[in-house]
């Protein structure tokens, strides 16, 4: 496979439940070697964007496809190379080693050692019973079955939610190491803060589509993440505080700085038809 081209691509993609619009417009591409983290409001369709690209949900118009194939059909190939995390898990009442003996066999690479070795490092005694452990405990045990199995494509939805501080650290090493260069993780949350210095690129989501697609190479080459004791009339979010004010400011002279997702999310948000134009 050749890792420069796109595997997953929506184009033009509408969907709607009943009355409610979610996408009246969305394209967007994802090419294997990234860990891409889908932002939004409430609402705005992060998850059942996962949900069609890995065909539990069936676009009204437009197309959504994973290499070359309608991901609605759910082929075969596709299905065992593609792995979706679900925000809720109603757990099974089987030990977790059975569920995860059970349910990768239809997935080629799956590796039972790395499944262990993942759940030690959660701290999972795979051998209780699924449905008797912890809310946390039952969601590091279905990342690390997610992760051990190897899919070329790995959906996760709101995966920090119900972990406690370690676990968060934990879980951005585990899936920083897992990521190669062929595969396609996307996660969405809204929990910004647990999972910087791993997403890239972000993708931030409105109803009438994208706000922003771009790398983090991109957005700081653009946006400037600084703090100042005055405040610029061109910020595009600023945030008081004893020390001045921290703000997302265009970057004007191409200087350094490091990219602070929950800035850059309230500032996407409150400057939506300029970001969509600056990343366009």
């Known amino acids: 496979m050749d890792t420069n081209n796109p595997v997953v691509k929506i184009d033009h993609l509408k969907f709607n ?10 394209s967007l591409e994802m090419e294997p070697g990234r860990i891409y ?12 964007l996962l949900r ?3 065909g539990l949900l069936r676009a009204k118009e437009g197309s959504c496809t994973v290499d070359g194939i309608p991901s609605e059909k759910r082929n075969p190939g596709m299905l065992s190379d593609i792995y979706y995390v679900p925000e809720i898990f109603f757990a099974p009442a089987i030990s977790v080693n059975t569920f995860a003996k059970s349910n990768s066999l239809l997935y080629p690479r799956w590796d039972a ?6 759940c030690l490092t959660f701290e999972v005694d795979p051998g209780y019973r699924f449905d008797k452990l912890s809310h946390g405990q039952q969601k590091k045990a279905l ?4 992760l051990a199995l190897n899919t070329r494509i790995l959906l996760m939805d709101e995966p920090s939610n119900g972990l406690d501080i370690p676990s968060k650290t934990t879980l951005r090493r585990v899936i920083s190491e897992c990521a190669t260069e062929e595969r396609i993780i996307a996660i969405s949350t809204h929990q910004v803060r647990d ?18 697609n771009a790398s983090i190479e991109q957005i700081s080459e653009k946006l400037l993440f600084t703090m100042s004791q005055e405040l610029d009339p061109e910020a595009y979010w600023s945030e008081s505080s004893l020390s001045g ?3 997302v400011i265009p970057n004007r002279e191409g200087m350094p700085s490091r990219v602070n997702l929950e800035a850059l999310f309230n500032a996407a948000l409150r400057n939506k038809e300029t970001f969509k134009t600056l990343f366009r």
Do not use: M, W
């Open 17 to 26: 439940y009943k009355k409610h619009i979610v996408f009246e417009d969305l």
């Open 37 to 48: 983290g889908l932002l939004g409001e409430n609402g705005v369709g992060k998850t059942t």
């Open 52 to 54: 069609i690209i890995c």
């Open 113 to 118: 050692a790395q499944f262990q070795k993942l």
């Open 143 to 146: 990342i690390a079955f997610a």
């Open 195 to 212: 999972l910087e210095n791993l997403i890239d690129p972000v993708i931030i989501l409105d109803r009438s589509g994208l706000i922003l």
């Open 245 to 247: 004010y921290y703000q």
